[in-house]
């Protein structure tokens, strides 16, 4: 089992950056892929970024790349997303998430991973 408890949502206006952040505990977090997903309102959830277990790949969706990166601390048990130039259709609730892939696959579709947070509100205003 993993819990993943994610934090640095805010309100920021569009052109700013926020830095989430989910921490993990439980199985051994360097086995585990990690991805970033959001869920706007009256959408469904969307895959944003992910990460392998080692942090030596990665992939982002079109609509964040340049602009949002997604890194890991395995010491720390924690992933990371910087998300810079922020804009308002960037907003929503963001998800963090973990997959059982101990090799260097970075899954992107949702039924891939395995443990979910419960979210982290991310607005941007106009």
């Known amino acids: 089992q993993v819990q993943l408890v994610e934090s640095g949502g805010g309100l920021v206006q569009a052109g700013g950056s926020l830095r989430l952040s989910c921490a993990a505990s439980g199985r051994t977090f360097s086995s585990y892929a990690m991805g970033w997903f959001r869920q706007a309102p009256g959408k469904e959830r969307e895959f944003v970024a992910a990460i392998s277990w080692s942090g030596g790949h990665t992939y982002y969706a079109d609509s964040v790349k340049g602009r949002f990166t997604i890194s890991r601390d395995n010491a720390k048990n924690t992933v990371y997303l910087q998300m810079n130039s922020l804009k308002p259709e960037d907003t929503g609730v963001y998800y963090c998430?973990?997959?059982?892939?101990?090799?260097?696959?970075?899954?992107?579709?949702?039924?891939?991973?395995?443990?979910w947070g419960q979210g982290t509100q991310v607005t941007v205003s106009s």
């Open positions: 998430a973990a997959g059982y892939h101990p090799g260097g696959f970075v899954p992107q579709s949702f039924a891939e991973y395995n443990y």
